[in-house]
């Protein structure tokens, strides 16, 4: 197996780790909302990450607020955030192994950590 390498391998943990979200009977609908304008969101997710591993400044920032209007209508439980992270790292783990691919899965638990404080106030 290897590591997370460029945009198409972080493309690939994306699409797969969406792919099970949404089959998640208590994830999927938190999603619900932004359907309509999912290429959007979803380049968008690619951007965040490709930026954190490559520093390639394709990703210019907000996901705090982006969650906490989200929050707003479909609360964003810490179990949601541990569900969140169990797929993270489970798909991570599946296609990669290496440097690369442990920092996606401390960098989604640092950031986690820091929403579910913010949003639910128990960090
Ligand atoms: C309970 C856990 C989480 C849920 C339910 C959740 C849900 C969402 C939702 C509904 C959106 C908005 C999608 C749209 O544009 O319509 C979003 C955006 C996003 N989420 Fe999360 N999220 C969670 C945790 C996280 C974590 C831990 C990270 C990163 C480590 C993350 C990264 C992102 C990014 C990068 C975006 C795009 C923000 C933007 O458009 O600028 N999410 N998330």
Request: charged letters at 25%; glycine letters at 6%; proline letters at 2%.
């Amino acid at each position: 197996m290897k590591d997370i390498e460029n945009r198409e391998d972080v493309v690939k943990l994306v699409d797969t780790f969406y792919d099970n979200v949404l089959k998640d009977e208590k994830l999927a609908p938190v999603f619900g909302p932004s359907a309509e304008h999912w290429e959007h969101h979803i380049v968008r997710v690619y951007n965040f990450w490709e930026n954190w591993l490559f520093q390639t400044g394709s990703y210019t920032g907000g996901m705090m607020w982006v969650h906490m209007e989200r929050h707003a209508t479909h609360p964003l439980t810490t179990e949601l955030f541990e569900r969140w992270l169990a797929y993270w790292i489970t798909c991570t783990d599946t296609l990669f192994t290496g440097k690369n691919a442990d920092f996606v899965k401390s960098k989604a638990l640092e950031i986690g950590q820091i929403l579910n404080a913010k949003l639910n106030g128990n960090g």
